[in-house]
């Protein structure tokens, strides 16, 4: 992007890993990403410029769903990005994302794009608060004012969709994702049965496998799901299996869209031209931030391949920050930021506004999510 009129470089870049409550149970068919009762930790990234100003990011810790852990992501943030960061112009998001990846290497992909992403969210904060802009004008503009969530349905146990449903609809949503691949396809079936039924043939619904399928299990799921109206069919297969979500692609009655196999947007250049997509999901984090994901969003749009939402059960911050994206992007359907249904961001004072399954854009600069620092400095994780 162009020099703005601005001399302000990076001076500090630090880890604050925080224990938020959490407030629902959670899982993949990885396993659990969120235990009520116990808590849900994030790494607050914090990243201040030569003149006093500041911004904050998130990563999220998932090691059933990612490979990063709340330690790795705090050494890698702390030995070997927050070195290279120190003296980068506040506007120059290209260089360092130059830096980062000579630091740590992208492999075949992206390396720790969770670490990096937090930096590079909180590097977006700290120059629209500098420059006095929304993050969104940083991304090209707005073209939403409000961003419409999914309601996410991953419940085990006889009548807990009917129950996760009724939850949600009571909360005003009116679009639901359902997590299947945890129980087997035939009860994956049953259950996005059970949750069509209860939340009627108007609602937005596509379901998400996170890679828990094989090509034939895929298949007979996707020609089961056609007649529920079933919108898209999310990462039905493992992130790597290119040829094989090809043949999904090709056969199944249900568009597929793919998260967990777009880390860099070359993985999503590979994926179009041998024609394994339909939907392409944007997702903040797993793209290593706004910078990669910007490219992503826009490669998407160039390629004529359509484009959904979604967040890693994010606190406010990264909430924050994706609907700043989506809202630049004009991504007009459903996403999945499930933040608060599973978190309380404990940490966040002024923040977005969500009523009845909407998200409004926020307006101030940077951000726009005010970060209580005393609390996030009483509430640090403990044995990192």
Known sequence: MPQPTIDLKIARVETLPVALPTLANFAVSGGSVARKGEPSVRVLVKVTADDGTFGWGEATPIPSWTYETLESIVTTVDRYLAPVAIGTPVW???????KFDRAI???????MPLAKGAVDVALHDLLGKALGLPVYALLGGKRLDTIQLAWIVSVEGAGGAEASIAEGRERGYRAFKVKIGLHGEREDVRSVERVRAAAGDDAVLWVDANQGYTVDVALRVARDLERL???????????????????VRERSPIPVALDE?????????????LGAIDIAIAKVQRNGG????????????????RLMG???????????????????????TPVDLNGRQFV????????????????RVPDRPGLGVDVDEEWVRAHRASGI
């Open 92 to 98: 120059d998001f290209d260089q360092l994302t130059r």
């Open 105 to 111: 290497n992208r492999g075949f992909s992206i390396g």
């Open 229 to 247: 109206n079933v919108a898209a069919f999310e990462q039905p297969l493992p992130s790597n299996d290119v040829d094989g979500l090809r043949r």
């Open 261 to 273: 196999s777009l880390r860099h947007p070359t993985d999503l250049a590979t994926f179009v031209k």
């Open 290 to 305: 706004l910078t990669l994901s910007r490219r992503l969003c826009q490669y998407a749009l160039d390629s004529g391949v």
């Open 310 to 332: 979604s967040g890693l059960t994010d606190s406010d911050l990264g909430l924050a920050a994706s609907l700043h994206l989506f809202a630049a992007f004009g991504i007009d």
């Open 344 to 359: 309380d961001s404990a940490y966040a004072g002024k923040t977005v506004h969500v009523d009845a399954g909407e998200a």
